[in-house]
C-alpha cells in the first residue's frame, strides 16, 4: 500500500531531462540482436535487454504520470472516455441483489484509477454494490500516486478501506493470492508489459474458478482509411507530446508500443493459452482499440 498522497508534485523540467538522458543512455547501450530473444526484447520498435525494459516503461510513465489526462486525450482525441465507459458498461460489475458475497475486484496496470473507480461507481449506482472490494495495482508509484490524487479530488476512494493501491508487477502480482478475484481488469496496460504471456498467465492464477479476465488495449484498425489516418496521427503525436509535455521520447516509445502490440487474433489466441475459456473479443473504433474477454473454469 502506498503512504499517504502527495498532493503537489510537479515534474521538474531538470529531472525530466534526467530522465530522458538515462532512458537514452540505455537505449544506446542495447546490443543490436533480434527482438524476444531471451535476454533481449522490444521497447518500442527498439530492441533491448530483457532486464532493462521494466526500468524503461517505469521512466516512461513517471514521465507522463503527472500529465496523464493530457496524454491520453491527445493520444486518443478524447475518445477513450467513450472506450472506457463502453468497456465498463459491457462488463456490468456489481454484486447481484441475489448474492451475499461482495466482490473482490482487480485493476492491473490501474495507476491512474479512471477503470477502478468507474468500476466502484457503476457498482454502486446500477447494482446498489457498496460492499466489494478493488485491487488498483501498477508497477509505477507515481502512477499510483496519481491515482490516489484523483481519489481524494473526487472525495471518494480515497484512504477506504474497500480500495488498495499496491505497486506490483502484473506479470507476478506476487501480493496476490492464487483463485482471489472474481475480475481481472487491465486497461491500456499490457502492451507495456516485458512479457505478456506471463501477465496472461498471472490473471489466470489470480482468478477464481468462474472469474472474469478482461482487456481493453489499443489493437489493429480493419478500415483502410481509419489506418491511414492513424498514421498520419502516429508521425505527429511524439511531436505533439514534445509541445504539450516536453515529452518527445515518451510519446515515441506509447506509439511504437501500440505497434509493436500483437493484433486481435494473436492476443485471444495468448489468452486462450493461458487457459481461460470462452474467449472474445470486441473491435471498438474500427479496431484502433479491442476489449479482450475470457473466463477462467
Ligand atoms: C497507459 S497507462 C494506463 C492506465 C490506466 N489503466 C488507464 O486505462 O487509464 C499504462 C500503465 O501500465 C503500467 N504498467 C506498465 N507495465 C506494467 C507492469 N508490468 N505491471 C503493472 N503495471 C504496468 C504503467 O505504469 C502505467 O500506469
Sequence with gaps: MLGPV????????GSRLARTSTLLRLLS???????DSPTTTHFGS???PTTEKEKMVGHVFSSVASKYDIMNDVMSLGIHRLWKHHFINKLDPGMRRNSKQPLEFIDVAGGSGDIAFGILDYANEIHQDRVSKMDIVDINADMLKEGEKRAYELGRYYQDPRVRFMVQNGEKLEKIESNSKDIYTV?????NFTNIQAGLNTAYRVLKPGGLFYCLEFSKID?????????????VLPVMGSVIADDFDSYQYLVESIERFPDQETFK???????FKSVGYENLTSGVCAIHWGVKV
Design 46 to 48: 527498439k530492441t533491448v
Design 187 to 191: 486497461s491500456f496496460g499490457i502492451r
Design 29 to 35: 547501450s542495447a546490443p543490436p540482436s533480434s527482438p
Design 6 to 13: 502527495t498532493i503537489s508534485r510537479p515534474l521538474l523540467k
Design 223 to 235: 478500415n483502410q482509411l481509419m489506418d491511414w489516418g492513424y498514421q498520419q496521427w502516429a508521425k
Design 269 to 275: 489466441s495468448m489468452i486462450e493459452k493461458a487457459g
